[in-house]
């Protein structure tokens, strides 16, 4: 059984930019969740995608968008990076938003 | 509001100490609860859960209680051990179904 793969480990982009998250569910999972993690700071719900459709979203702003693929694996797409954007990015996946298991994350640095 | 807090950022034990660390919520809705060790570079591990049906539950080491009275959980850890050292987290569903609400967490280190 596989567990939740993200790729890229880490990124550097240049704020304005826009980045492409990518999360690979763990096997049997079809539920998928974004957080992000400020230095120092707790996880931070950004949305959830259940069955292909967002399911739930935090208090961040439309810039912030993903998907999820038939497949149940999920992108996170930010636009119009900003400094504040700097942080790492958490893929959690379920079987029915039950047992969230988390990803080792990508760390986003935005210069 | 609907956070989940921890009373203390740091705790520092021994070697084979038992090790307690705390966590304040205040929805009251809420109605499931985990904890999660996150060690540096990775993200967070679970490591046990509970409902709000229960006020204890016991797994490998690890020991959890809530009092919803107080809205209070707590983590016990058993014989800790250098691997312990980590960041902890509680984390809240708040009564929803589709998001969990983390605390900043208890930075636990273990001296050999």
């Known amino acids: 059984e596989t567990g939740v793969t993200q790729s890229p480990t880490h990124l550097i982009k240049t704020r304005g930019q826009q980045v492409t998250l990518r999360c690979s569910s763990q096997?049997?999972?079809?539920?998928v969740s974004w957080y992000q993690q400020a230095l120092g700071q707790g996880p931070q719900f950004i949305f959830q995608y259940y069955r292909e459709e967002e399911n739930g979203r935090g208090n961040f702003p439309p810039r912030f968008s993903g998907l999820q693929f038939p497949n149940y694996s999920s992108e996170l797409n930010v636009n119009a990076l900003e400094l504040d954007d700097s942080a790492l990015y958490l893929c959690?996946?379920?079987?029915?938003?039950?047992?969230?298991?988390f990803g080792s994350g990508t760390r986003l640095t935005v210069v | 509001g609907e956070n989940v807090g921890l009373h203390l950022p740091t705790l520092s034990v021994q070697e084979g100490d038992n090790s307690i660390i705390n966590c304040a919520y205040s929805n009251s809705a809420s109605d499931y609860f985990i904890w999660y060790k996150q060690e540096s570079g990775k993200g967070p591990q679970f490591i046990i859960d509970i409902r709000s049906n229960m006020d204890k539950r016991q797994g490998q080491r690890v020991t959890v209680l809530l009092n919803k009275t107080v809205k209070h959980l707590s983590l016990q850890i058993a014989a800790t051990q250098p691997g312990d050292s980590a960041v902890y987290f509680c984390a809240d569903s708040g009564g929803s179904n589709y998001k969990l609400t983390f605390g900043k967490g208890t930075l636990l280190t273990v001296n050999p």
């Open positions: 959690a996946s379920s079987k029915d938003r039950r047992g969230y298991t």
């Open positions: 096997s049997g999972h079809n539920t």
